[in-house]
Each structure stands twice: as structure tokens, then as C-alpha cells.
């Protein structure tokens, strides 16, 4: 009988770059700038900053990389939930032209850097398909691509049923949308390699180093932190779905949501190829949706998903059976990781880059973050800095969420509604 391999409670990108605790410097009493939180977000701001020749400080609770900027599939979106004809109806054509915009604009400037700092992040610029899973379904995504042509002359490629198998090898798509500029990274080795060259630049990290609040003193801000106090020109909150009760002006305004993944273990190039011919990244025409990818060296598939039940689920199997439902042929492949890690958005689902009492929040990127996170980081800096041409992100207000205090207990009732919307899409034809 074959042996069931134990699983690893890990994210599989951990083999190759697991975060690792920073060598600490003596605690400074001042900087130019505080940034809390050490992922893409906070480091993309202290890169912009140390190029300025500032005195950067970047703490973070646990281990620099820890939070999702080393757990996420690494697809790199740059899209946003509401669509462009929500866009269109809350903010106008211009400010909804520009949002959408600055998506292609970050993705554009994330690949950039990488290339300009020979990052080694396996990116592969191989595109996304975004599956239909019902006729309905392929149906709105058409009228959603005919809008957008005709309102921002955005081309969106629709992908009619015959053609789905150039794609994925898969009886669970009747079409689709494919976008050709969203690509694949290794998240881990991207955030340590941003942790290195802030190190590089004489950036300041330091792990284990949690914020517990700032006043204002004149105009600069004391910064409390479990290692002492620290005075700082600007501060910068950058600790997105990781918030906690020390920052309660933005954990209340945030729904965090478990998002995990697995990944098989290594079932051959030849395998993933007949499945995934162009190698692409996926996702699904869904609120509650399946995310997957070929793993970098292409002999894996890594597939995540939001946590749907929070009692008595075993995520492994759950995530094994999404896969199957795509992929049957794969039943009798085993699994190497299972982890997780948390995202989250605010009401609107639309990131935000704010100010606040002085203070500079970027987060709420609804679980898309690998582009926008690096993106509000550095836009963040901008602000700091005095760069005139601000995101048309800028204080987009975050919306209150009543009677919230940062505990997300009406997540299930939530799920259950997107879950019946999903059927009903589904149920369709
Ligand atoms: C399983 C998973 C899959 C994902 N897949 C994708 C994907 O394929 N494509 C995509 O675009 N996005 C994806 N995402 C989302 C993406 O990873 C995140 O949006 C992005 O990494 C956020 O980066 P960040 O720097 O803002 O936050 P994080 O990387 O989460 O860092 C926040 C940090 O803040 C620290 N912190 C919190 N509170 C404090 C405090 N009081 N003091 C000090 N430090 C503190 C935490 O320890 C943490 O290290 C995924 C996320 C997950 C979890």
C-alpha cells in the first residue's frame, strides 16, 4: 500500500525563502520616517524613501516577510473587486478611468523594479484566465467587457468554450477572460529580496518590534513600541490584513478573512502542462473562487481559496476537492503543504491609501495585494516626499462599518450570502 505523505504546515515557498530574523542594530531614539509593518507594502515605502537619502525605521511584530507578502500565490492581478461599471456609478468616467488605470500602471512598475534590481522572483509574465463556470456566467462577463470597451475603451479577451482548452484542460469552464500583462512571481523570494536591499540601502529593520501607539509632539510623533519610544517625522501604517488592537482607527474599518492554499507535490512538468498548456495563472468568475497556478519550476499546482467555514472544516480536503472538481484526473496525486494567511477589505472593496491625523495608512487590498501592496507602498512614500502627481486612490474615504469593533463576526453570515449568489450564477444556464 502507498505511504501517505505527512503534510507540511507550511507555505511551500518557505523551502526556498523562509523569513528569517533580521541582525538588530542598537534601537535609535530618532528617524525621518516610521513604517509598521515589514511586507511589500511597508518595505516598497522605505525603498522610495532610503532612494531620498531619509533615515528609515521599519518594525514589524514578528519576523520581517512573515505576513502575506510570503504566503500569497503570487499572481500578479492589480485588479480590483468592483467592476468599472460600479467604478462609473459611485466615482464618474475620469477618477474610474484613472483607478483602473493605475492598476496596469502598478503591475507595469512591479515588473520594472524587479527587472531593474535583478530581483530573482521567477516572474513569468504568462497571463490569467478567469474562468466561467456557467453559461450565466460567461454571459455577464461579456457585458461587463462590452461596457468597458465602451465606456474606457478597456479591451478585455473573452474566450468562447471551443477554445477553453488552450488554456486548461478542464470541463468546469464555458469560457472565460483572459489578460495577458498578469504574470506569476515567487512571493517569498520577492519580500526577502526587498528585505535585503533595504538593508542594503541602510534601512533600519526591526523584528519582534511591536507598535503600541503614537502621539503627536509638536509637529513630530512618539512612537511606543514594545522596545522603546522613538521620535519620527512621519509614520507610515503598513500592516494591512495583520492590524491589530494597537491600531484600532484602521482595524475598525477592515474585514480580515483566512485565505489559504495547498500545494501537490511534484506530479511532473509534463503533468502540468497537459492541464495548464500555457502555463497561466487562474481564477474563477465567482465571489467565493478558486485561485491556482503551475509552481515555478512548473512539476507542481498551487491552488488557494478563501476559508469559507470556520468550525470543523478540514481545509486540506476541502482545498483537494476544489482541485479535483477542476482537475478529476488529479485523484490520486498527494499533498505537500497546506497554510495560511489572512487578507482583508474594507466595505467598498477598494484599497486605500489615507491619511489620517498625520498618519499614512495603505491597505485593504481585498486579497489582490501583490501588485498594489509594493504600489500604495510607494505612493505612500510619495506623500511623504511631496510628489505632486498623487494616486487616484488618495483619500478615497474609508467607510465606517457600524457597530464593528475589528472582530469579524459576521463573516459566515456573509459567505453564506456570496455562496448563494455563486449558486445562483451557477444554477443558470
Ligand atoms: C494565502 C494568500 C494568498 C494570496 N494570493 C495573492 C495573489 O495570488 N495575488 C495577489 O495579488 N495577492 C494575493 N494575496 C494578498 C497579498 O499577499 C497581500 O495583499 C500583500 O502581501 C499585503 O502586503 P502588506 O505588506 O500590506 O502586508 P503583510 O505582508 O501582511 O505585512 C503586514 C505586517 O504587519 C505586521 N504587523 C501587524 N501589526 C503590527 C504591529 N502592531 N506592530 C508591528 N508590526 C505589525 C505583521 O506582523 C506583518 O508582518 C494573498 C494573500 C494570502 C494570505
Known amino acids: 500500500m502507498q505511504k501517505t505523505l505527512k503534510i507540511k504546515n507550511e507555505p511551500y515557498w518557505w523551502s526556498d525563502a523562509k523569513p528569517e530574523f533580521v541582525a538588530q542594530e542598537e534601537w535609535p531614539s530618532n528617524a525621518d520616517v516610521v513604517i509598521v509593518g515589514a511586507g511589500y507594502t511597508g518595505l516598497s515605502a522605505a525603498l522610495t524613501l532610503l532612494d531620498s537619502g531619509l533615515k528609515v525605521i521599519i518594525i514589524d511584530k514578528e519576523i520581517a516577510g512573515f505576513g502575506a507578502s510570503s504566503r500569497n500565490g503570487g499572481i ?30 502598478a503591475r507595469k512598475d512591479l515588473y520594472d523594479f524587479i527587472e531593474k534590481e535583478k530581483i530573482d522572483c521567477d516572474l513569468k509574465i504568462n497571463g490569467m484566465f478567469v474562468g466561467a463556470t456557467s453559461k450565466k456566467g460567461l454571459e455577464n462577463q461579456k457585458k461587463e467587457a462590452d461596457f468597458n470597451f465602451r465606456t474606457i475603451g478597456i479591451e478585455n479577451k473573452i474566450i468562447e468554450k471551443k477554445d477553453v482548452p488552450n488554456f486548461i484542460e478542464s470541463n468546469k469552464y464555458v469560457g472565460g477572460i483572459f489578460d495577458d500583462k498578469i504574470g506569476s512571481i515567487h512571493p517569498a523570494k520577492l519580500v526577502k529580496s526587498m528585505i535585503h536591499l533595504v538593508l542594503k540601502k541602510g534601512g533600519l529593520i526591526f523584528d519582534k518590534t511591536t507598535f503600541k501607539k503614537s502621539e503627536r509632539n509638536g509637529k513630530k510623533f512618539n512612537i511606543l513600541t514594545n522596545k522603546g519610544l522613538v521620535k519620527s517625522n512621519h509614520l507610515i501604517i503598513a500592516t494591512n490584513a495583520y492590524t491589530d488592537k494597537n491600531i484600532p482607527w484602521l482595524r475598525k474599518k477592515l474585514i480580515p478573512v483566512i485565505s489559504e492554499m495547498i500545494s501537490t507535490c511534484e506530479i511532473g512538468n509534463n503533468r502540468v502542462k497537459s492541464l495548464m498548456p500555457k502555463l497561466t495563472t487562474f481564477g474563477e468568475a465567482l465571489n467565493l473562487f478558486y485561485y491556482f497556478r503551475p509552481s515555478p519550476d512548473g512539476k507542481r499546482i498551487l491552488i488557494g481559496g478563501r476559508r469559507v467555514r470556520y468550525n470543523n472544516e478540514n481545509p486540506t480536503k476541502k482545498l483537494k476537492s476544489g482541485l479535483l472538481e477542476i482537475f478529476p484526473g488529479l485523484n490520486d496525486i498527494e499533498i505537500s503543504n497546506h497554510w495560511y494567511g489572512f487578507v482583508t477589505f474594507p466595505v467598498d472593496q477598494i484599497p486605500k491609501l489615507v491619511m489620517h491625523e498625520g498618519i499614512i495608512y495603505a491597505a485593504g487590498y481585498c486579497g489582490s495585494g501583490t501588485v498594489w501592496s509594493r504600489w500604495f507602498g510607494k505612493k505612500a512614500a510619495e506623500i511623504i516626499l511631496n510628489f505632486e502627481q498623487k494616486s487616484a486612490f488618495y483619500n478615497i474615504p474609508f467607510r465606517k462599518i457600524p457597530f464593528y469593533n475589528g472582530y469579524p463576526w459576521f463573516v459566515p453570515v456573509a459567505i453564506k450570502y456570496f455562496k448563494m449568489q455563486d449558486w445562483w450564477i451557477n444554477s443558470r444556464e
Open 76 to 105: 500578479t492581478s492589480g485588479k480590483i473587486k468592483p467592476s468599472i461599471r460600479e467604478l462609473k456609478a459611485k466615482f464618474g468616467l475620469d477618477l474610474s478611468k484613472q483607478i483602473v488605470e493605475e492598476g496596469d500602471l
